[in-house]
């Protein structure tokens, strides 16, 4: 029973460290894939050494045994607590976190509703397309209002577009520029209704017919 007490306490601590590791993280730096290997490679080596020299410490012929008593009560605390700590650690998980950053996500795409494409050498009177896209990521419905412009001249203009949370929206955009002009700003401004503004460019030469 010795050795089956040595195997339940070192999964049992591993899995309790894990989850304390692991809420520690959510509550402080944020909890993702790098900020998690580092800690738990940070915790190894402690715990390493840690042991190391403890068993430097011991006499030989007590390097392999553990001074226990009952070999049921170590894995019941171990797992009462560990369960407890994953509860909390699930809690803090999927709670509603009210600082949660909201935003709205703004973009523009080519004509092929890619971003590998976009226009960088225009004719001037000869209209292309483009495609603004909107997602509302602000935790409640919201209202938006755009433009596109090039220098003092609006080129399109939208207002009262209406997306509740999570909606998204993508309409192509006709532009048809007159000035001349090499690497002109093509300015997308999009405002919401929490006075939120977002701004993309694009630069385009803009040549004659």
Not at 14 to 37: E, R
Not at 52 to 72: E, H, K, M, T, Y
Request: proline share 5%; glycine share 6%.
């Amino acid at each position: 029973m010795r050795s089956l007490e040595r195997i339940s306490a070192a999964v049992i601590t591993s899995v309790l460290v894990s989850i304390a590791d692991g809420t520690v993280l959510l509550m402080t730096v944020g909890l993702d894939f790098t900020t998690l290997a580092l800690s738990m490679s940070a915790l190894v080596a402690v715990f390493a050494a840690s042991a190391f020299a403890r068993w430097r410490r011991l006499p030989q012929s007590d390097r392999l045994v553990v001074s226990a008593g009952n070999p049921i009560v170590l894995p019941a605390v171990g797992a009462a607590i560990c369960l407890c700590l994953a509860l909390v650690g699930t809690t803090l998980l999927l709670a509603p976190h009210p600082n949660e950053a909201s935003y709205s996500e703004f973009y523009v795409l080519d004509s092929n509703r890619q971003t590998v494409a976009y226009p960088t050498n225009v004719t001037s009177g000869t209209p292309f397309t483009l495609i603004l896209g909107i997602t509302n990521h602000e935790n409640a419905s919201d209202t938006y209002a755009g433009t596109v412009s090039l220098g003092n001249s609006t080129l399109y203009r939208f207002d009262n577009l209406t997306l509740i949370q999570g909606q998204n929206v993508e309409r192509p955009i006709p532009i048809s520029v007159t000035s001349l002009g090499e690497k002109q700003k093509l300015k997308f401004t999009l405002v919401d209704s929490f006075d939120k503004t977002y701004e993309l460019h694009l630069w385009v030469n803009v040549r004659a017919p």
